[in-house]
């Protein structure tokens, strides 16, 4: 994580709302099911807002059974029996959700039904091979996005001119992509780690890179 886990907040107690169709690019909702001390078993859900609050903080809001129980602005870690939720966002949507037990056992929460993760890891389970594809093309997308706006962007920095002074002069990249070719890069990316994204599969290089954004 990027930055210092924050500190969980109590809860009010207010009900989960129901996710919409509308939200599947901006809402994150996933759930595991816990036993607390008591040996009764719980839900505990986690819901990610994408666009944060008023202030722009990007938080995840912890319920159980449906209430609320904590809030904490991302990067996040919730104590729950047997361990910690973790959460994490990237600048495409969340890079981590996680129960880690105190023996260190990992597990993924798991998407709600309704939610874009929750599409994609049925598109998993009922057309692996169409998810395979799909996977790759993401990754081959982010890799020709690297070759290309790495070099672009190495000569936009050596034509500053204390830069410049340093390595001996401005450097010409291979590549002269048009505006139009730019962007249209730029939009694959986007989708292309948003994919990734959907399934929590980040990498520093691809997912955070030129075009990208780590939060």
Known sequence: MSRTTA???????????????????????????????????????VDVRHGGDDDGEVRA?????????????LPAAFPVPDGTIQVAVSGYGLRRIHH????????????????????????????PALSRALALVSVSVLLVALVLGAPQIVEQLTAIPPVAQVVGGPWTGP?????????????????????????????????????????
Do not use: K
Not at 23 to 45: E, I, K
Not at 61 to 73: M, P, Q, R, S, W
């Open 175 to 215: 590549f002269h992509l048009s505006e139009t070719v730019n962007i249209a890069l730029v939009v694959a990316t986007v989708a292309a780690s948003t994919e990734r994204a959907l399934r929590l599969r980040y990498s520093r290089v691809l997912d955070g890179g030129f075009f990208g954004g780590d939060e």
């Open 7 to 45: 500190t969980a907040q109590p809860g009010d107690g207010h009900a989960l709302p129901p996710y919409r169709p509308w939200q599947l690019l901006t809402r994150s909702l996933f759930h595991l099911h816990l036993t607390d001390p008591a040996g009764a078993r719980r839900t505990w859900s």
């Open 100 to 127: 880690v037990a105190h023996d260190g056992t990992v597990r993924q929460l798991m998407p709600d039904p309704a939610s874009a993760e929750g599409w994609r890891a049925r598109l998993d389970r009922n057309h």
């Open 61 to 73: 809001e912890l319920y159980v059974d449906g209430l609320h129980h904590a809030t904490a602005v």
